[in-house]
C-alpha cells in the first residue's frame, strides 16, 4: 500500500449499547468499589465509529441523539482507547475520529464504553496493530467495566467489577422498548446514594459476594419472555428512583402499555421494557411515544464491536 492510499484509509466499526436485566449490588469495600453480578444483554441501538490517519489527534461527534454534553478531548473513551492502541503497538502518528451517536447519552446503556469498544478495534485495524482480541479486551478493561462486554456483545455474565465476563447461554431473541427520557444520572451519586439508603434503613446486600438469580439464566436459556420479565432485578433502582422520582411513573406506563416488565438499566435513567415479541415492542413503543416518551424498539442480543 502506497503511504498516499495508507493515509486515506478510513476505517468503520460499530458497536451496540447494552442493558443489564439483572444487576446485583455489593456492599461497598474499603476502597469505595462496589462487587457486582450483572447480566448484560447488547442491543439494536449502535454507535459508528471512523478513524483515519492525521496529523494530530482529533475527534468530532455527531448522532441521532443529543451530544452537546459529550467531551472533545482525552475525556473522551473513544480518544483515550485509541492512544492505548497506539501506544501498546508503538504507533507514533495521530488519529482522526469521527463518532454518529445512536444510543442515548448518559443514559445507563454504555455509549460511551461503546464509542471506546469501537475506537480500539478501528484504530488497531487502521494501524495494522495485531493486538489479539484478548489485548484489545486488557486495554478496554483500563477504561471501564462496559468496554469488553462491548467488545463481546452477546448477553453476558459479568462479576467482579463487571468487567470479568462468561458469556451466557441464550436461545433467540428477545424484543425491548427502550425510553430515554430526561438528562443522564451521575453513576458515582447513583451508587452512593445506594449506599446511604443502605445505611439509612440498616438494609444489608443479599449477599456479600453478588452472583445472578438462577431463574434469570434459566429464562434466557429458554428464550422465555415472560420468565425473563419476572426475574429481572436491578439493586441500583432503588436509589435511581429516589434521585429521579419520575422514572417510577415511566415504569408504571410502560407496564400500562402492556410491556411484560421493565427495569431500569444500569445507573439509569433509561428505562429497558420487555415485550413478548418485535411486533409486540413496536405497539408499546407507539403508546409511549404518543404519550410523549422518547421510545426506541429494540432487539438483543446483537455481536459486539465489528469492522462495518
Not at 443489564?20 to 450483572?38: I, M, R, T
Not at 406506563?253 to 410491556?259: H, K, P, Q, R, V
Amino acid at each position: 500500500m502506497s503511504l498516499i492510499s495508507d493515509r486515506a484509509r478510513r476505517v468503520h466499526v460499530r458497536a451496540p449499547g447494552k442493558i443489564n436485566l439483572f444487576f446485583e449490588v455489593g456492599p461497598v469495600g474499603d476502597d469505595g468499589y462496589h462487587d457486582v453480578a450483572s447480566v448484560y444483554q447488547a442491543v439494536s441501538l449502535f454507535e459508528d465509529v471512523w478513524a483515519s490517519h492525521a496529523d494530530e489527534f482529533g475527534i468530532s461527534v455527531s448522532g441521532d441523539v443529543d451530544v452537546s454534553g459529550v467531551p472533545l478531548d482525552d475525556r473522551n473513551l473513544a480518544m483515550r482507547a485509541a492512544r492505548l492502541v497506539t501506544d501498546a503497538v508503538g504507533w507514533e502518528g495521530g488519529i482522526r475520529l469521527e463518532i454518529h451517536k445512536g444510543v442515548p447519552v448518559a443514559g445507563g446503556m454504555g455509549g460511551g464504553s461503546a464509542d471506546a469498544a469501537a475506537a480500539l478495534v478501528a484504530v488497531n485495524d487502521l494501524v495494522d496493530g495485531g493486538l489479539t482480541a484478548a489485548d484489545l479486551h486488557a486495554l478496554g478493561a483500563q477504561l471501564g467495566a462496559d468496554v469488553p462486554f462491548a467488545l463481546l456483545g452477546g448477553t453476558a455474565v459479568g462479576t467482579g467489577r463487571g468487567d470479568e465476563l462468561a458469556p451466557a447461554l441464550g436461545r433467540g431473541r428477545f424484543a425491548w422498548v427502550l425510553v430515554a427520557d430526561g438528562g443522564g444520572l451521575s453513576t458515582p451519586e447513583v451508587y452512593g446514594t445506594l449506599d446511604r439508603l443502605r445505611s439509612e434503613a440498616d438494609i444489608a446486600p443479599d449477599r456479600a459476594t453478588p452472583s445472578v438469580d438462577p431463574a434469570v439464566l434459566r429464562a434466557l436459556r429458554s428464550g422465555d419472555a415472560a420468565a425473563l420479565a419476572a426475574a429481572i432485578r436491578n439493586d441500583l433502582q432503588l436509589a435511581a428512583v429516589h434521585l429521579r422520582p419520575d422514572l417510577a411513573a415511566t415504569l408504571d406506563a410502560g407496564l400500562a402499555a402492556g410491556a411484560l416488565g421493565g427495569i431500569i438499566s444500569g445507573s439509569g435513567p433509561t428505562i429497558a421494557l420487555l415485550a413478548e415479541d418485535a411486533s409486540h415492542a413496536a405497539r408499546v413503543a407507539d403508546r409511549l411515544t404518543g404519550e410523549g416518551h422518547v421510545a426506541h424498539a429494540v432487539t438483543g442480543p446483537v455481536a459486539g464491536a465489528r469492522s462495518v
